[in-house]
């Protein structure tokens, strides 16, 4: 089995060379890449009680699932975490790994899917940040993720919801009206509803701790943490 899904890899490696570029096709990341990073870093100093003031998040292995550019594995990495990112894109790969060299970051980037990763000891944290709605079979992704998990760890998931709304706003509008994303980057039917993300990740020893909205103020043009689930949302989810 695999949850590499080919044709979204194809997709995502054809616009690789815009990863980090601000204004690029993936101006919607870079766009809410500050209030994810602020989720994480919180909830993980919360959870693990973090003291280190310079280096918030020293000591914490991370495993950052389809990594892309690196846009989120390197803010970790600044950090203080020893951080791994993997993508299923060769090209992705490249592109990160030639970033980071740049910044002077120790990176461990691999061209990889959760189920061939071969490394033995597990992570503290798995980031899963707008992947889920990309892969192959999300039963089984899911299951290989929390296999690579330690006792106790944390999962953050952020995806989309399957709602009329998340139709409208992520697809027609950020898409078709608005431009912000390339026409056919996301697929409503792969959308995920949080309670069957809840009901996957329940089998395999993950409860959710907890469940947030992400929404764009339009007028402040920036994003920020609601309670607004219907189209974006982050969840936390802590191995048993």
């Known amino acids: 089995m695999t949850s590499i899904n080919k044709k979204e890899i194809d997709k995502f490696s054809k616009i690789a060379d815009e990863w980090w570029d601000p204004e690029g096709k993936f101006k ?75 910044n002077k970051l120790k990176i461990n980037y691999l061209c990889s899917s959760p189920e061939k990763l071969t490394i033995k000891k597990k992570f503290d944290v798995i980031l899963n940040m707008e992947i889920v709605e990309h892969v192959e079979d999300i039963d089984f992704f899911l299951k290989s993720c929390s296999k690579l998990l330690k006792k106790n760890g944390l999962m953050f998931v952020a995806t989309i919801n399957k709602t009329l709304k998340s139709y409208v706003f992520a697809i027609v509008g950020a898409e078709y009206v608005l431009r912000w994303l390339p026409i056919g980057t996301h697929e409503w039917e792969k959308f995920v509803k949080p309670e069957d993300l809840k009901k996957i990740l329940m089998k395999y020893d993950l409860s959710l701790n907890k469940l947030e909205g992400m929404n764009f103020n339009i007028i402040k043009d920036e994003w920020n943490i609601s309670r607004d689930l219907s189209v974006n949302y982050i969840a936390k989810f802590i191995k048993n």
């Open 28 to 102: 919607p990341l870079h766009k809410f890449n500050p209030t994810r990073i602020k989720y994480i870093k919180e909830n993980i100093i919360n959870n693990f009680k973090l003291k280190n003031k310079s280096k918030p998040l020293s000591g914490i292995k991370i495993l950052d699932i389809g990594c892309g550019g690196g846009l989120l594995s390197e803010p970790m990495s600044r950090m203080g975490a020893n951080v791994t990112g993997i993508d299923a894109s060769d090209k992705n790969i490249k592109i990160a790994k030639l970033h980071s060299k740049k």
